[in-house]
């Protein structure tokens, strides 16, 4: 493909040096309406001529032919070395592939594992067990669960399977429990004043100052014994 492409460049540039030897650029310049055109033969009549390309000589134009050849052979030379340097640069890059991944040691396959599959055997016991009775609840079925996708995914796996459980589990909000409103406990009941037969607090309530039992005394309570109570 290089070599076809050389061969047009070639083609071309011989044909543009052929059509230079033979055509000749002339000015014409119109004496009375100023109007310029250009010609390759001889202006018409009443024009100044003015020769801006001159015809060559056969020297001139094989020296031309030369040059351009030079010029596209160095072109075809810098196209060919790049080419072998991307071929090169290419194949380096294969072999540093090939020597990777021959270092590198394979993946286990963890879901055809002994471990997988007695995880697996363990995980459908228990979830045929749920099955038929729904209403039990069978904690072992989670950790089973978990199990086996250790077990099958792998570390690594297993780990983006928790963190994909960890996005979809809602968080859990801990609301602090209500603290009970203090209630202070009702006022101790206190003599005021009492009469011969009975003693009265300070919410009017009326405690019998004779026989057996207990009145609200300054201090607590005191106990009369069958007679006036001493409070």
């Keep these: 493909m290089p070599s076809l492409l050389l061969r047009s460049l070639v083609c071309c540039a011989t044909a543009l040096l052929c059509l230079g030897a033979q055509a000749q650029v002339v000015r014409c310049t119109d004496a009375r309406t100023g109007q310029v055109t250009y010609t390759d033969g001889a202006c018409a009549g009443g024009a100044t001529a003015h020769e801006v390309e001159p015809r060559?000589?056969?020297?001139?134009?094989?020296?031309?032919?030369?040059?351009?050849?030079?010029?596209?052979?160095?072109?075809?030379q810098r196209l060919e070395q790049e080419a072998a340097a991307t071929r090169l640069q290419a194949e380096r890059e294969a072999l540093r592939q090939r020597e990777q991944a021959a270092r590198t040691p394979p993946r286990p396959d963890y879901a055809r594992s002994p471990e997988c599959q007695r995880s697996r055997r363990?995980?459908?016991?228990?979830?045929?067990?749920?099955?038929?009775?729904?209403?039990?609840?069978?904690?072992?079925?989670?950790?089973?669960?978990?199990?086996?996708?250790?077990?099958?995914?792998?570390?690594?796996?297993y780990a983006e399977m928790e963190r994909a459980r960890a996005s979809q589990r809602p968080p859990i909000v801990v609301v602090p429990g209500a603290r009970p409103a203090y209630v202070p406990p009702p006022p101790r009941?206190?003599?005021?004043?009492?009469?011969?037969?009975?003693?009265?607090?300070?919410?009017?309530?009326?405690?019998?100052?004779?026989?057996?039992?207990?009145?609200?005394?300054?201090?607590?309570?005191?106990?009369?014994?069958?007679?006036?109570?001493?409070?």
């Design 122 to 157: 363990q995980w459908q016991e228990l979830n045929d067990a749920q099955i038929r009775e729904p209403l039990v609840h069978h904690p072992a079925l989670d950790a089973a669960q978990r199990q086996m996708d250790l077990d099958c995914l792998g570390p690594e796996g």
């Design 56 to 76: 060559k000589t056969a020297e001139e134009l094989h020296q031309e032919r030369a040059q351009a050849a030079e010029a596209l052979e160095r072109k075809q």
């Design 189 to 231: 009941p206190r003599l005021t004043h009492c009469t011969e037969f009975t003693c009265f607090d300070a919410q009017g309530k009326a405690y019998p100052r004779a026989g057996p039992g207990r009145l609200p005394g300054p201090d607590g309570t005191c106990r009369s014994a069958g007679g006036r109570a001493p409070c």
